[in-house]
């Protein structure tokens, strides 16, 4: 079955950036989706269309695309940005979604 | 944008069925603007994508589930509704439903999850 792969864990220190890549084979096909969970709450969309960001997401969120590989990017973190982020796609047929792994960010 | 919210029996027993329900309000369920999909988190791990229906009734599953999932919409309720048959602990998780939009602007509306544990 069709897979992402996130590394598990990204470090920075406040105001630093923060880079979290997500890794397909269909991704020069399919959009691709960054979603922001915290502790005990539900996910929340940060990116859609690899870099569109919807209303009410901080500017310090972006999202790039090269290739079969996703970048979500936060500059300028803060310690609320301290959260699980997953990436999300389709397979190459596009009908069928799939998550990466997930991604622990930590503001040190 | 909508709301969502899911309902349904917290413990379920090995080998029965799993029924889960998500009331939408703020909006029709019927409007064209959303795919409705189920998405399950078991605890500590990550997110699964298990299917979703657009108010036509056309559904896609996960290829891992397909066997065992059937969802459904009830458009007179404005609720849409999963079914996940044959259960293991390890089906064990938080059951989230979700508004995919359905020009590709990804699941901009969650509900608030719901555990649903396979004990007997």
């Known amino acids: 079955s069709y897979e992402l792969t996130q590394p598990p864990s990204v470090s920075v220190s406040p105001g630093q950036t923060a880079r979290i890549t997500c890794s397909g084979d269909a991704l020069p096909k399919q959009y691709a989706y960054w979603y922001q969970q915290k502790p005990g709450q539900a996910p929340v969309l940060v990116i859609y269309k690899d870099s569109e960001r919807p209303s009410g997401i901080p500017e310090r969120f972006s999202g790039s695309s090269s290739g079969t590989t996703v970048t979500l990017t936060i500059s300028g973190v803060q310690a609320e940005d301290e959260a699980d982020y997953y990436c999300q796609s389709a397979d190459s047929s596009g009908t069928s979604r799939v998550f990466g792994g997930g991604t622990k960010l930590t503001v040190l | 944008q909508v709301q969502l919210q899911e309902s349904g029996p917290g413990l379920v027993k090995p080998s029965q069925t799993l029924s889960l329900t998500c009331t939408v309000s703020g909006g029709s369920i019927s409007s064209g603007s959303y795919y409705w999909s189920w998405i399950r988190q078991p605890a500590g791990k990550g997110l699964e994508w298990i299917g979703r229906?657009?108010?036509?009734?056309?559904?896609n599953y996960n290829p891992s589930l397909k066997s065992r999932v059937t969802i459904s919409v009830d458009t007179s309720k404005n609720q849409f509704s999963l079914k996940l048959s044959s259960v293991t602990a390890a089906d064990t998780a938080v059951y989230y439903c979700?508004?995919?939009?359905?020009?590709?602007?990804?699941?901009?509306?969650w509900g608030q999850g719901t555990l649903v544990t396979v004990s007997s």
């Open positions: 979700a508004g995919d939009y359905y020009d590709s602007s990804g699941m901009g509306a």
């Open positions: 229906i657009y108010t036509s009734g056309s559904t």
